[in-house]
């Protein structure tokens, strides 16, 4: 695993940056929200403490170093710059100001979003999860929550510990959604400026985006013979063959990918129980439910929610299969990015928190061990990562 500098830049030291506020907490550490000084540039820094997960967040750091190797995926996060010292690991990626993908539904009428809305959605959390895969990265933690919503409208997936490192999977035969090669433009950079010291992992510069709103089995069942046997995931969100423990490998996104559908357009889980063990039981052997005649969306979720991985839409080809499904007929793929405004972008109004606050980094571990008071719920059980890494 590649070890991160232990020389920090000159201006990227805890002792130089204004902590606005605490974004939320989970299993390997606290998002601050961090105003630099001298720059007035917001981002998200990730503070964990070595005594906790020091493992963990060297992978996570490594895994956002692959994704920033090139020009960074416009649904993906960037890493800005990484550092530590001898208490702490930390590292600074964009700051999302539309909250997460489960706030941002309990804000709609019903807590539900559209069809339409979920369309857009999942068109651009599919593209970012194909992204993960040809380069080898299992991302196993898919869920509303890890779905963060940029200032431009676009989504961004986030949290990478409980990711896995498999062989990149190599493209299935081409897409027949589209008749133009797939481009999808990159994050843009121009006349953004960083602090003095920050490690960039981009030197190109981009188009603005725009984007459209649009039993157990044997090894050789798996493509690549590969597979891990790790116990992790969100409860509601963990598929069949982990719970069973046959191994599993990239159709588990596949299978994520089908729960937060169902719970976008519903507004839950398919297969929540009373506690852990009816919850598994439901995903193992319960069907998911339907309300209303069935449509494109359901039986996009009814082939993602197949128990069997290896008929589970998207486990031959990836991402192509997922595509070429009628729900998202006529959507062009290779334009997703220069089309129309997404559904919901943050009002400037937003940026007011940017001004006040104050928080010291190091004072705040000192005297808090108490999870904060972050803007969504992580002490709901379904928040509670498996870990086992």
């Known amino acids: 695993m590649e070890e991160i500098s232990t020389t920090a830049p000159p201006e990227l030291q805890l002792d130089n940056l204004r902590a606005i506020k605490v974004l939320g907490k989970g299993a390997t550490g606290t998002v601050f929200l961090i105003h630099h000084n001298s720059s007035h540039l917001p981002f998200a820094l990730k503070v964990v403490e070595k005594s906790s997960a020091h493992r963990r967040a060297l992978h996570e750091i490594s895994v956002l170093r692959r994704l920033s190797a090139t020009i960074p995926h416009p649904f993906l996060p960037y890493l800005i710059a990484s550092f530590e010292n001898q208490e702490f690991i930390s590292w600074a990626i964009p700051y999302c100001p539309g909250g997460d993908l489960n706030v941002l539904r309990y804000r709609q009428n019903d807590h539900v979003f559209s069809p339409a809305v ?3 959605y999942l068109a651009e959390i599919v593209c970012a999860l194909e992204h993960l895969h040809e380069r080898g990265i299992v991302y196993r933690d898919l869920k509303p929550e890890n779905i963060l919503v940029q200032q431009s409208g676009h989504v961004t997936l986030t ?3 409980l990711s896995r490192d498999f062989m990149p999977r ?5 897409c027949f959604c589209s008749d133009q090669e797939e481009k999808v433009n990159p994050v843009p950079t121009k006349n953004r400026k960083f602090p003095r010291g920050f490690v960039l992992h981009k030197k190109k510069l981009a188009k603005s985006a725009r984007v459209s709103p649009v039993s157990r089995r044997n090894p050789s069942d798996f493509p690549t013979n590969e597979r891990s046997n790790s116990f992790v995931g969100t409860e509601e969100y963990v598929s069949p063959e982990v719970i069973r423990g046959d191994g599993h490998e990239f159709s588990v996104d596949w299978w994520a990918l089908g729960v937060l559908c169902y719970e976008m357009l519903y507004g839950k889980t398919p297969f929540k129980g009373r506690n ?3 919850t598994f039981g439901k995903i193992m052997l319960a ?10 969306v359901t039986d996009l979720i009814g082939k993602l929610l197949e128990k069997d991985p290896t008929r589970r839409l998207g486990y031959r080809r990836g991402a192509c299969e997922i595509k070429e499904h009628h729900f998202f007929h006529g959507l062009r793929w290779d334009l997703l990015t220069e089309l129309l405004r997404p559904p919901f972008v943050p009002s400037s109004d937003d940026d007011a928190e940017l001004t006040g606050g104050g928080i010291d980094v190091r004072e705040y571990f000192q005297k808090s061990k108490l999870p904060p008071s972050p803007s969504r719920d992580e002490s709901s059980p379904r928040n509670v990562s498996l870990t086992e890494f």
């Open 159 to 161: 949290d990478f510990d």
């Open 276 to 278: 852990r063990k009816e």
């Open 170 to 174: 190599k493209p299935g035969n081409r």
């Open 287 to 296: 069907e998911p439910e339907y309300m209303g005649k069935p449509s494109a």
């Open 118 to 120: 979920i369309r857009f």
